[in-house]
């Protein structure tokens, strides 16, 4: 039986979802260790990472390959605006830059405007993982801080996709359909890795400034 590329995909990154996954950050804001304001920093690197990876998703819709990946639905800077002003109020704005790590991510993303693959890698590396594991972790963030919908925690809701299992599916079935030959599909898998590490890197630097302050 031949593997998906979808389940290539995934068993070819697995060990770098893992090193992400158990990031000092995620540890620490899982166990409910973080104030809101420390909570609000990752949501606020997650908002200039998403104002680039859907800018790129807006210039690439009408592309005949990565078109496919793009879906307004998905499109999180008008969720991340709500939380942001949920945790740090109507002058958020203010108070919010780029880390170093988010710099280069956002760079690299930019970059992927001229590669559908590499854009293709990094849309699956965040989007499938917030309708995956993200939901588990809006789940414990709602214990923690109390977020309802409306503002806190509305970046893991896409309510307008209607099922996510059914979603994912969809997903999965376009990555199959995506006509890579192998050296392509190898660029690709590299491509996540990378999207993986530059990801990792800006919890890494969150969990330096949490401790920092600690
Ligand atoms: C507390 C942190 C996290 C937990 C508990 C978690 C958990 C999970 C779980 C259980 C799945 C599998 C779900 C399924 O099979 O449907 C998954 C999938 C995924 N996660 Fe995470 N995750 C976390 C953090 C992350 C981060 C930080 C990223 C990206 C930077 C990420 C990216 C992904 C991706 C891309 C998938 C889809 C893999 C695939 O099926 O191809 N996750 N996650």
């Known amino acids: 039986m031949t593997t998906s590329f979808s389940e290539s995909l995934r068993n070819a990154t697995w060990a770098d979802h893992q090193s992400?996954?158990?990031?000092?950050?995620?540890?620490?804001?899982?166990?409910?260790?973080?104030?809101?304001?420390?909570?609000?920093?990752?949501?606020?690197?997650?908002?200039?990472a998403y104002t680039a990876l859907d800018g790129v998703s807006r210039e690439l819709a009408g592309h005949p390959v990565a078109g496919r990946f793009v879906f307004p639905e998905l499109y999180r800077?008008?969720?991340?605006?709500?939380?942001?002003?949920?945790?740090?109020?109507?002058?958020?704005r203010e108070r919010i830059t780029p880390s170093a790590s988010t710099e280069a991510l956002v760079a690299r993303i930019r970059e992927t405007a001229g590669w559908p693959g590499g854009y293709i890698a990094h849309h699956?590396?965040?989007?499938?993982?917030?309708?995956s594991g993200g939901q588990f972790?809006?789940?414990?963030?709602q214990k923690i801080y109390g977020y309802a919908r409306g503002g806190g925690v509305?970046?893991?809701?896409?309510?307008?996709?209607?099922?996510?299992?059914?979603?994912?599916n969809e997903y999965r079935?376009?990555?199959?359909?995506?006509?890579?030959?192998?050296?392509?599909?190898?660029?690709?898998?590299?491509?996540?890795?990378?999207?993986?590490?530059?990801?990792?890197?800006?919890?890494?630097?969150?969990?330096h400034t949490v401790r920092a302050a600690a």
């Open 154 to 168: 509305d970046f893991y809701f896409f309510d307008e996709l209607g099922s996510l299992p059914r979603f994912k």
């Open 20 to 48: 992400a996954e158990s990031e000092g950050y995620l540890t620490e804001l899982m166990a409910g260790r973080l104030s809101e304001h420390e909570y609000g920093e990752m949501v606020a690197q997650h908002y200039f």
């Open 124 to 131: 699956y590396t965040r989007y499938l993982g917030d309708l």
């Open 137 to 141: 972790i809006r789940m414990e963030l």
């Open 173 to 207: 079935s376009r990555l199959d359909a995506l006509e890579l030959d192998e050296n392509e599909r190898q660029r690709v898998i590299g491509e996540v890795k990378r999207a993986y590490r530059l990801n990792t890197d800006v919890l890494a630097e969150l969990f």
């Open 77 to 92: 800077e008008p969720a991340l605006e709500r939380d942001l002003a949920t945790v740090y109020g109507p002058r958020w």
